[in-house]
Structure formats: C-alpha cells, structure tokens
C-alpha cells in the first residue's frame, strides 16, 4: 500500500490556500489595527482572536455539517469553492478602508472594516474544517502522517509565497519612517494564490470517487478502527480512547497558545523591540517556513518508523528550545543576525514534526463517517487556545514588557509535553519493509 504522491498534492491546495491568507493575516491585520487605527495591543490582540472565536463555533459545525452533505460535487468542495469565493471578494475590500481611513479617519469606516473583517473570517471558517477532512476522507489510515507530511508542505508553501512577495514588496528601506503602507498590492498576491488553488482543485480532484475507493479499502480493515458498538449497535470510543483523545487535545491547545502567541505578535514584537518593519520580521519568518518545508516528508517517514508520539515530542522539546533562544537573540538587539536565522529554521523543522502528527493522531481515533466531526474537534483545541493566545499575550506585552513574548511562548510550549505523555491512542505503528519496498524512503 502507497501513497498517491500526486494526489495527495492536489488535495492540499485547498490548505495552500488557507495557509497563504493565514499567514498574511496575522502579519499584516495587527499592523493594520495598530498603525492606522491606532487600537492599543489589547483590544487589537481582542480583534485577533475574533477569528478564533468564530472557529470555536464555525470549524466543529461546519466539519459535522459537511459529514452529512451529499452532492454530485461530495461532501467537502461546495464548502471549498463557496467560502473561497466570498473570502476573496471581501479580501480586497479591506486595504481601500486602510487606506481610505488613513486619508480621512472616520468612525463609520473602522465600524465597515471590522464588520467585513468579521464577514472575511466567517467564509474562512465555513471551509477550513472541510479543506482539511478532505485529505483523511481519501486516505487510508496508515499513511495519513505521510499525506499530512504533504499537505503541511504545501501549507507551507503558501506561506513562503506570501513572505517572498511581503519580503520583496516591503523591504525595510521602503517602509521605515513611513507613516502609511499601502498593502493592496500583497491582498492581491494573496487572493490570487487562493483563487487559482482552489480552481486548480476543482478541475483535478474527484471527490467523490476517491471517498468511494478509500471507504471500500478501509472496509477490508477493520482492525484500522478504534471504536466498538454500544448495546444499541452504535459505534462509540472506550473510555480509554477517549481519554487520550482528551489529553491530545489538551496538548494541542498549550502548543498552539505558545506558537500562536509568536506568530501573532512577531511582526509588532520586532518593530517595538528591535526597531524593524514588515519586511525584516518576513525574512525570519521565511526561514522558519522554509525550514518547515525541508522537514515536512521526512517527519512524515520519521513518524511511521518511531511513531507519531515519540516524534511530536521530540517536536515539542526542540520548540520550546528554539523559543526560549528567541527571548536573548532579540531581546537586547536591533539587528536581525545569523544565529536568528538558525533558530528559525529549528523552529519550523519543531513545528513540522509537531503538526504532521497531531492531525492523524485525532482522526485516527474515529471512524470513517466522523472524520469531519473529529477535525472539528481538532479545530476547536486550537481554536479555543487562539481565541486567548492574542488577548493575553497582547495584555502581558503591553503592561509588563514586550520581551515577555518568548519566555510566553517557551512557558505553554514545554507544559504540553507533560500532557502528551498521557496519550496512549493514534499512534502507527512501525511497519517492516522488504524487499524494494525497503529502499521506498531512501
């Protein structure tokens, strides 16, 4: 049995699209809120979480919702193709009320801003849950952290062409000392990736044909399924599972309030504390992603020869590592130098191993039919530590100091290796190679 390289890549486009608008988001909104609007880091970091509310809500219904849809189309791409449209629609509204408020400040155009913020974030959340079920709905279980591998690349590539054209359209030099950046031109950047992925998509995945296949498959193998029939011949989870499904989540909650807590703020951390702009905070994060997309395929051999678990914590250590160096690499300096460079890079190939795994750990723990529910499960434990992560963060930055970001960070980082030691469910086991198939990874 062997994953279908290609396939696996079309479907992750949809996430390419996601992690391209993500990735700009969380860049350039706070700047935004805080530059042109001028709304303290504490309600600005309130704005931030908006999002995260929303998906509290958004991401486990529409996850469930689309287990029930059935269209010529499948289950999950009239979600994909509806909230990309009117994602990118409102998407290129925003920057002409950035620049409109600039010229002439106005309550009614902040109130219209964050209305369609609010709206931009709702079609973001009626496909996520979706996009990403789509990948377990048609692959078989044991090689989902392989497909998962794939599908954070491309993740990842869509926030490398983000941070290569922010880095290019945004250089230090053009934007140090100004008053007001026009960021129209890296909106468009940013619909266009989403737009032409989602069309390539459409004309390339079948949906539902490759759900039929893959259900078929997984019909000769019961042994893959974790749950059991209750006495009215329901499947349920045993109490065991689920008590590993709850310190999995858990988990992912502590990981995702540490990463989200620097992914938030490292754009107005950089410009506070070291005194540089859009472009310099970019080429760090770039690193990151690049050193994120070099490890996303072998984490993902890496994971089916030691496990899912082992690797993730493993993840978790070199994280926090990497956070607590990023404390004393920026704290006392204003230049961004080479051994930041290298942290980054750790930094992504930590988050690699954490997030190709914690994914198919979740879903593996559920039956077919359930997979979107089980996202949403999964969205809702790092939903729920994102709609705190911007707030508190925001909140401890501006009323003890803003170096506090990292030792933030390290802190929520290293407890969740304490709860993913309880974890004893969705891990693969290590499978024996032989013959050619021996020399598949090499």
Known sequence: MKLDNKRTVLVGLAFLSICAFWQMYDSVVPLILTKTFHINETISGAVMAAD??????????????????????????????AGTFFAVIILNILPFLDNGYYAEPSIAKLIVFVV???????????YRSPAVALMPDVTPKPLRSKANAIINLMGALGGIIYLIAAALLYPNSKTAGVAHVDYQPLFLVVSG?????????FASVREKELVRKNQELELKHPEWNLSEHDMSGNEVLPREVKKSLAFLLASIALWFIGYNGITTWFTTYVDQVMGQGLGGASTCLLIASGGAIVSYIPIGSLASKIGRKRTIMTGIIILALCFL???????????????????????????????????????????GSDIGKFTGYYYTASMAAQVATPILAGFLMRNVDYRILFPYATLFTAASFFTMIKVKHGDCAAEARKGLDAFEDM
């Open 52 to 81: 995260n509310v929303l998906a509290l809500f958004l991401l486990p219904m529409f996850g469930a919702l689309s287990d029930r849809t059935d269209t010529r189309l499948g289950k999950r791409t009239p979600y994909i193709l």
């Open 116 to 126: 369609l913020l609010g709206l931009l974030l709702i079609s973001m959340g009626v």
């Open 193 to 201: 990736i989403m737009t032409l992925s989602v069309i390539i998509l």
């Open 325 to 367: 160096a990023g404390f004393f690499l920026t704290a006392f300096t204003d230049r961004i130098n080479a051994p930041m460079f290298i942290v980054f890079a750790l930094t992504g190939f930590a988050w690699a191993a954490i997030n190709v795994n914690s994914l198919p750990m979740v879903v593996e723990m559920c039956k």
